[in-house]
């Protein structure tokens, strides 16, 4: 498995407090059967993104894993204005595997009509947004069909590998379940942030995904559609969005 989205790297924001944690995180995923991780560190009003400092901290930990785990960095990308701009004058370093994807987080206070254009702009701009745990905002999670119509202009989906198996709650849960049967769901990934709350697994949803699914979804949205984003390439597997008026795939799901 390829986990494209986690705090892995130390003291940059609010995920691991340190190197000791870091590669305890790192065994946990190795463990695991993850074989690649991208640490993706917030790019926020709360968190200068430093990349310079972000590759320091990668190389490091690289060096205390040897060839056990594959290291690459992103980040965790705030749509405000002085990010934006700094995108504009070098994206490369805000991507996975300093490629084209993006990763795209929205606060949960407001998600104001003009990030609609936004992601646009990043499109023409030759990135592929691609919205982080949409499952755990409270915003998308009451508006999907904004989700939905992002999706359908080319963005991709995120969500994380705890809200299907219930860390964040039943709402999380339903939510994130639904939105892959009905075709929205690109990739999940562990939003890792610590050794306690937040670890850096994805088995368990792996194997619940293709209990719900089958092998081949489960494959897609851990191994191949990851392994394309890391590689920069075009996904292998884009599902078809169901229309208000398609029936769903699924009737019910069986939650673990």
């Known amino acids: 498995m390829i986990d494209v ?18 590669l305890e995180m790192a065994e946990s995923a190795i463990a695991d059967g993850i074989t690649r991780v991208v640490a993706t560190p917030h790019a926020s009003s709360s968190y200068v993104f430093d990349f310079a400092r972000v590759r320091e901290c990668r190389d490091e930990l690289q060096k205390h894993l040897g060839d056990r785990l594959l290291l690459a960095t992103g980040c965790d990308f705030h749509m405000s204005p ?23 987080e929205f606060n949960e206070f407001s998600i104001p009509p003009a990030m609609d254009h936004r992601l646009h702009e990043l499109q023409l701009a030759g990135l ?12 998308l999670r009451a508006r999907p069909e904004r989700l939905k119509q992002w999706v359908q202009h080319g963005s991709f989906v995120q969500v994380t590998g705890g809200s299907l198996t219930g860390s964040f709650g039943v709402g999380a849960q339903e939510d994130a379940w639904r939105w892959i049967d009905e075709g929205l769901v690109h990739f999940v990934a562990s939003d890792a942030h610590n ?49 208000e008026s398609s029936e769903p795939r699924k009737k019910k799901f069986f939650f673990f």
């Open 128 to 139: 592929r947004p691609v919205i982080t745990h949409p499952e755990r905002n409270a915003i």
């Open 5 to 22: 989205h986690c705090h892995i790297l130390p003291g940059l924001d609010d995920g691991s407090r340190g190197l000791e944690e870091s």
């Open 82 to 104: 002085e990010n934006m701009i700094a995108l504009r004058e070098d994206a490369p370093r805000f991507c996975i595997n300093q490629k084209n994807y993006l990763l795209v």
């Open 195 to 243: 050794t306690r709350t937040r670890p850096l697994v994805l088995r368990a949803a792996y194997d619940a995904v293709e209990a719900q699914f089958g092998k081949e979804k489960a494959e897609a949205l851990f191994e191949e559609n990851p392994l394309a984003a890391f590689e920069g390439q075009e996904l292998p597997h884009v599902p078809e969005v169901l229309d």
